[in-house]
Nanobody, 119 residues
């Protein structure tokens, strides 16, 4: 059974940093794209960052230059280093894994981890 588990969320002051981790189990995800999404209260889920199986990275404009996504295929894990956090980054953060050529909605998702940035 495939399972994605996020960790590393918490409460941080504006300007601070957090590092999120997402460990996958129940399969091998070296050839999957991995991504991070978030949902703020009262808002739709939005894309944050993604890393392809080959290591290519994309970011939402709102986090570009502040967040860094990385992966460790040996550990089936993906990470999100978040620097210079802002109150508007407050959200539940979800990691996802999707096969190449598939839509994120058809992939595997974690349960989410809360990130709260105080002003």
């Amino acid at each position: 059974q495939v399972q994605l588990v996020e960790s590393g969320g918490g409460l941080v002051q504006a300007g601070g940093s957090l590092r999120l981790s997402c460990a996958a189990s129940g399969g091998t995800f070296n050839t999957y794209h991995r991504g991070w999404f978030r949902r703020a209260p009262g808002s739709e889920r939005e894309f944050v960052a993604a890393i392809t199986w080959g290591g290519g990275k994309t970011y939402a404009d709102s986090v570009n230059g502040r967040f860094t996504i990385s992966r460790d295929n040996g550990k089936n894990s993906v990470y999100l280093q978040m620097n210079s956090l802002k109150p508007e980054d407050t959200a539940v953060y979800y990691c996802a894994a999707v096969m190449v050529g598939s839509d994120w909605n058809s992939g595997y998702w974690g349960q989410g981890t809360q990130v709260t940035v105080s002003s």
